[in-house]
Nanobody, 126 residues
Framework: QVQLVESGGGLVQPGGSMRLSCAASASGTSITRVYVMGWYRQAPGKERELVAAITDTSRGDNINYADSVKGRFTISRDNAKNTIYLQMKNMKPEDKAVYYC??????????????WGQGTQVTVSS
């Protein structure tokens, strides 16, 4: 069983900042490798979209951002804790959405698979 536990959502004013965290944990068998870990978001009436993701490659981490958040959001991770963070600055009303953590990982003795967190609401409003 893999759990992605998100934290840090809530209400922020336009121009404000917020940090989201997502910790991956597993019961039964340990996580052996995290291939990709990132954040998606889904606004009402819209499709879920990628916000930012970190991919573990042989040459180090490869980071991708949606064009709409480049220069404002920063994704980072703590490999030892299997945790990622999303630092959001200069937030805009259009950033309002449910933010979901996603992980593509492998556990010992279990095939590689993709997992989702339960989502955390982020609201940007004055």
């Amino acid at each position: 069983q893999v759990q992605l536990v998100e934290s840090g959502g809530g209400l922020v004013q336009p121009g404000g900042s917020m940090r989201l965290s997502c910790a991956a944990s597993a019961s039964g068998t340990s996580i052996t490798r995290v291939y990709v870990m990132g954040w998606y978001r889904q606004a009402p009436g819209k499709e879920r979209e990628l916000v930012a993701a970190i991919t573990d490659t042989s040459r180090g981490d490869n980071i991708n951002y949606a064009d709409s958040v480049k220069g404002r959001f920063t994704i980072s991770r703590d490999n030892a804790k299997n945790t990622i963070y999303l630092q959001m600055k200069n937030m805009k009303p259009e950033d309002k959405a449910v933010y979901y953590c996603n992980a593509d990982l492998k556990r010992f003795g279990v095939p590689r698979n993709e997992y989702w967190g339960q989502g955390t609401q982020v609201t940007v409003s004055s």
